[in-house]
């Protein structure tokens, strides 16, 4: 299986300060098909899980331009412009190249 | 809108079986891939399955973890995905979220399976 890494488990923040998450894969994301499905989601406490991000760098429906994904075969970032509090949560990266699809452990962005 | 609906958690006893269903509307659901998402109580995602759609023959895939155990299926005219969970362990108590498609977009707000005795 496709296995996520993504360090650390927490990640101490500023509001207003840029946080970056990063997503690192066992193997090449990009599909035959020249598609990478490499997507990023929030989790929010009592919450489902919000897709944020998807191939790598397309914003999903809704989400603020301060959420910027980028990367390419097998490691990948999510930087977070100007942290705000509904931006804090745990964040995982998800593959969905190669089956079966796997999600990394999560980050956890806090406060400092 | 788009809506998605989890129903059927429970508790089970270790061995038993449980059938989750996922009523979905708000959009062409035959057009779509759908997923099921779990999570154990305190820790990260796991996927689980998907059934892919009528132009790509229903196909299913699973987690490694589970394979032989679930049973993923779609009734289309119901607008409705479901999740057959055989043989249950303690270790499969979590949140049960479905999903839609191939890059799971909307989710429900999921569906408590506890397996204890």
């Known amino acids: 299986d496709v296995v996520l890494t993504q360090p650390p488990v927490a990640q101490p923040v500023t509001l207003g300060d840029q946080a970056s998450i990063s997503c690192r894969s066992s193997q090449s994301l990009v599909q035959s098909n020249g598609n990478t499905y490499l997507e990023w989601y929030l989790q929010k406490p009592g919450q489902s899980p919000q897709l944020l991000i998807y191939k790598v760098s397309k914003r999903f429906s809704g989400v603020p331009d301060r959420f910027i994904g980028s990367g390419s075969g097998s490691d990948f970032t999510l930087k977070i412009s100007r942290v705000e509090p509904e931006d804090l949560g745990v964040y995982y990266c998800?593959?969905?190249?190669?089956?079966?699809?796997?999600f990394g452990a999560g980050t956890k962005l806090e406060l400092k | 809108e788009v809506q998605i609906l989890e129903t059927g958690g429970g508790l089970v006893k270790p061995g038993g079986s449980l059938r989750l269903s996922c009523a979905t509307s708000?959009?062409?659901?035959?057009?779509?891939?759908m997923n099921w998402v779990r999570q154990a109580p305190g820790k990260g995602l796991e996927w689980v399955a998907q059934i892919r759609n009528k132009n790509y023959n229903y196909a299913t895939y699973y987690a490694e973890s589970l394979e032989g155990r679930v049973t993923i299926s779609r009734d289309d005219s119901k607008s409705s995905v479901y999740l057959q969970v055989n043989n249950l362990r303690a270790e499969d108590t979590a949140i049960y979220f479905c999903?839609?498609?191939?890059?799971?977009?909307?989710w429900g707000q999921g569906v408590m399976v506890t397996v204890s005795s």
């Open positions: 708000g959009f062409n659901f035959n057009d779509y891939f």
């Open positions: 999903t839609r498609s191939r890059i799971p977009d909307y």
């Open positions: 998800f593959q969905g190249t190669h089956d079966p699809y796997t």
